[in-house]
């Protein structure tokens, strides 16, 4: 067993024991790892499975900020304790003097505001460890080292994302990223559909197994024969799925009835998908499979029979639509995944093993929901986001980033209620324009990225079903977002019609 100290020089640590409980540990190869986190006093002692070097990641106050992930630079075991807050400014700053690195490598160019941010980051980091061990100076400089780094990468993540945009449509008059906003059926007759094609170039229809078969046999094509053909007149492109969401909220009722039969539950599912794809077969041009499947506690199924059902849905969609292209969804991208039980693969493997199956799965959507419970995810900066985006794709197809982001906090009667905003990681009060703020950044930097097919928001309506609360694009009143007039801008100024 592999155990790694540190001394917390903050005293407000000891009051955050449920936070730091939420600490984990990423090993040379990248991948996550559960920790056994104990604090006593000023100490917190982390025991993992297998004692090689790595990083520790644990959520801490970054002033502006909010309270995201920050990480350690790699650390070796040791007799003697780390001061906490002197490894995560160490490791923060790594990251973003190696992230420079990297994109001056590739063309970019950095501003005065930046370097000067660096500069003062690495003052502040050296007045902390030269402290000679007191904790005060340690919490204080340290502290300030971490806020100036993020506030440096998320200016330098700006910088790269505005740079690569400009060199991408210096080449192609626009680029050829598709963009899209979730619909539920529910919303087929809302007045604001009507301007959609205004804003996305592409269609995304949302359809809850929950909603199509309420009642075991009994079929409700109507609302979604009507989206389906609003979007074809349209004449957008239509994404449609989840057909199956390993989520508790979207299966049907009646199908607890065989909770734990795995082969009647396969062959419900697997019925339900080819109704589906049937029905809408040359008329659908992506199928999104399934989602969460592993990860969550669905019908009394495990880990491996919700893979080898989420397997049989990719034939048996390949076998009746053979032109359409196919992706599988994941969420929790990071490591809140360690936190759904004992799981062996994680979303990151679990992608690579569908892929590489020969299944006939040509990308990889990846669900963004920072702020939120799970299966949401803790908020992160922009470069820790580029960093995910690098990581997965290794896997070697194009990916689908699906973004939920909240503009309020509160109870929302149309989303999941086991799912909740998380205000504590916010740096201000909730609201559109924090909303808009966020949004944009992310959006902007994703579409960045070559390797990103397509950029989906997840809801498009807060009045609609949705997982995700406050979510939406449009209030329950069908009046529109800041975030959702940018969409429509950036859509105009940079995609193709």
Same mark, same amino acid.
């Given at each position: 067993?592999?155990?790694? /100290?540190?001394?917390?020089?903050?005293?407000?640590?000891?009051?955050?024991?449920?936070?730091?409980?939420?600490? +984990?540990?990423?090993?040379?190869?990248?991948?996550?790892?559960?920790?056994?986190?104990?604090?006593?006093?000023?100490?917190?002692?982390?025991?993992?499975?297998? !004692?090689? *070097?790595?990083?520790? +990641?644990?959520?801490?106050?970054?002033?502006?900020?909010?309270?995201?992930?920050?990480?350690?630079?790699?650390?070796?075991?040791?007799?003697?304790?780390?001061?906490?807050?002197? =490894?995560?400014?160490?490791? /923060?700053?790594n990251d973003l003097r190696n992230q420079c690195a990297d994109w001056k490598q590739m063309g970019l160019r950095t501003t005065v505001e930046f370097e000067a941010l660096l500069a003062d980051a690495q003052h502040e980091f050296v007045k902390a460890a030269t402290s000679g061990g007191d904790a005060e100076s340690i919490r204080a400089h340290a502290g300030r080292a971490i806020a100036l780094a993020t506030t440096a990468g998320e200016v330098l993540a700006r910088f790269y994302a505005t740079q690569v945009l400009q060199t991408r449509l210096s080449a192609t008059p626009r680029l050829q990223t598709e963009l899209s906003a979730g619909v539920d059926v529910s919303s087929s007759k809302a007045p604001w559909l009507n301007d959609y094609a205004s804003a996305f170039n592409t269609a995304r229809v949302n359809a809850s197994w929950r909603s199509v078969a309420p009642n075991e046999g009994k079929y409700r094509w109507e609302p979604l024969d009507a989206l389906v053909a609003k979007f074809r007149r349209f004449n957008l492109p239509i994404t449609f799925g989840p057909l199956v969401d390993f989520r508790g909220a979207t299966i049907p009722d009646w199908l607890s009835l065989f909770e734990g039969d795995f082969e009647t539950l396969q062959g419900l599912i697997l019925d339900y998908v080819a109704q589906v794809v049937t029905r809408y077969r040359g008329k659908v041009a992506h199928w999104r499979l399934f989602q969460r499947a592993g990860l969550s506690d669905a019908l009394g199924l495990s880990e491996e029979e919700q893979i080898r059902i989420a397997t049989q849905i990719a034939r048996t969609t390949r076998q009746i639509d053979a032109s359409a292209g196919l992706s599988l969804g994941v969420d929790r991208p990071w490591a809140e995944w360690l936190s759904a039980g004992d799981v062996q693969l994680g979303p990151l493997h679990l992608a690579d093993y569908l892929v590489r199956a020969q299944l006939g799965i040509s990308a990889v959507a990846v669900e963004i929901a920072p702020g939120y419970t799970s299966p949401g995810s803790r908020v992160r900066d922009m470069l820790e986001f580029s960093k995910l985006l690098d990581l997965y794709a290794l896997i070697n197809v194009p990916l689908h980033i699906e973004f939920a +982001? !909240? *503009?309020?906090?509160?109870?929302?009667?149309?989303?999941?209620?086991?799912?909740?905003?998380?205000?504590?990681?916010?740096?201000?009060?909730?609201?559109?324009? =924090?909303?808009?703020?966020?949004?944009?950044?992310?959006?902007?930097?994703?579409? *960045?990225?070559?390797?990103?097919?397509?950029?989906?928001?997840?809801?498009?309506?807060?009045?609609?079903?949705?997982?995700?609360?406050?979510?939406?694009?449009?209030?329950?009143?069908?009046?529109? /977002?800041?975030?959702? =007039?940018?969409?429509?801008?950036f859509r105009k100024e940079i995609l193709v019609p």
């Open positions: 067993m592999g155990v790694i /100290k540190f001394r917390l020089a903050s005293p407000d640590y000891p009051g955050r024991v449920g936070e730091l409980r939420k600490a +984990f540990f990423v090993g040379i190869d990248r991948s996550p790892v559960r920790l056994h986190v104990d604090v006593r006093g000023d100490l917190l002692t982390c025991r993992r499975e297998q !004692p090689d *070097s790595g990083r520790l +990641f644990v959520p801490r106050r970054v002033e502006g900020h909010g309270t995201p992930y920050i990480g350690t630079a790699t650390l070796a075991e040791r007799d003697e304790p780390y001061w906490l807050d002197l =490894e995560l400014a160490r490791g /923060k700053l +982001f !909240p *503009s309020a906090a509160g109870p929302d009667a149309t989303a999941d209620p086991k799912v909740e905003v998380e205000p504590s990681q916010w740096e201000s009060g909730l609201d559109e324009n =924090e909303q808009l703020d966020w949004a944009s950044r992310w959006v902007t930097l994703a579409a *960045s990225k070559p390797f990103v097919r397509t950029i989906t928001w997840l809801d498009a309506a807060d009045a609609a079903p949705k997982l995700y609360p406050h979510s939406g694009l449009f209030r329950p009143d069908g009046t529109a /977002k800041p975030i959702y =007039e940018w969409l429509k801008v």
